[in-house]
Structures are given as C-alpha cells and as structure tokens.
C-alpha cells in the first residue's frame, strides 16, 4: 500500500473539539488501483486507526474528488465540505468509536 499526494488535496474531518480526527486519504495497492481509504487520529494519545465501516471508494486514474467523501459521510450525518466541524454526536460515537466486547467496532489499529 502507497500513500498518495499527487493534488496536495488535504482534509481533516471532526468536531469542534477535535478529539478525534477522520482523514480519507488517497492510496495505491500493489496493483496500482487507487482507492480513498479512511483513517481516524486520536491527537492526545498520537493512535491511528483504519476506519472499517465505509468500503474504500475506488478512484479512476488520477482523479480525486470531494464527490466519494461527501457521498460516504453524508449517507451517514449531514455533513458535507461547507460545515467547517462535523459535530454529530450520534455519528462520532455510534458509527466510528462504536464498542463490541470492549474493542472498537470500526476501527482497526494502524501498525
């Protein structure tokens, strides 16, 4: 897996007080298919986690849009790129910091 930046495109998704950072990333498999993946920053504890509840959105080549993120998260909150905090309770804790048994539901642990 490749971490892409061909646009300098960047963005950073979360609630006013930013305890909790979601950044749909550009990434390229072994096979060069380029997807935007989800990941989620935990600031204070420097922890990154896969956000495993959305599928990637596949991308054709050399395109990157707003379109797939804006799609993915406002299926599930209101939210798109003109509200500058996302500040769904709901969304934050039912559909990323979700539990199962104790561990994240959605969330898989970055090595």
Do not use: H
């Not at 061909?6 to 979360?14: A, F, K, P, R, V």
């Not at 799609?71 to 934050?92: E, R």
Request: proline residues 5%.
């Amino acid at each position: 897996m490749k971490l892409t930046d061909q646009t300098g495109y960047s963005c950073l998704i979360y609630p006013k007080d930013k305890k909790i950072i979601l950044n749909p990333i550009e990434v390229t498999d072994e096979k060069g298919v380029n997807y935007i993946r989800y990941f989620v920053l935990f600031p204070k504890a420097n922890e990154i986690y896969e956000w495993t509840l959305v599928k990637p959105n596949i991308l054709k080549a050399g395109e990157y849009s707003d379109d797939p993120i804006n799609n993915t998260i406002g299926a599930l909150t209101t939210w798109d790129f003109s509200y500058k905090t996302l500040d769904d309770t709901a969304f934050w804790d039912e559909k990323v910091l979700a539990k199962d048994g104790g561990t994240f539901k959605y969330l898989k642990k970055m090595q």
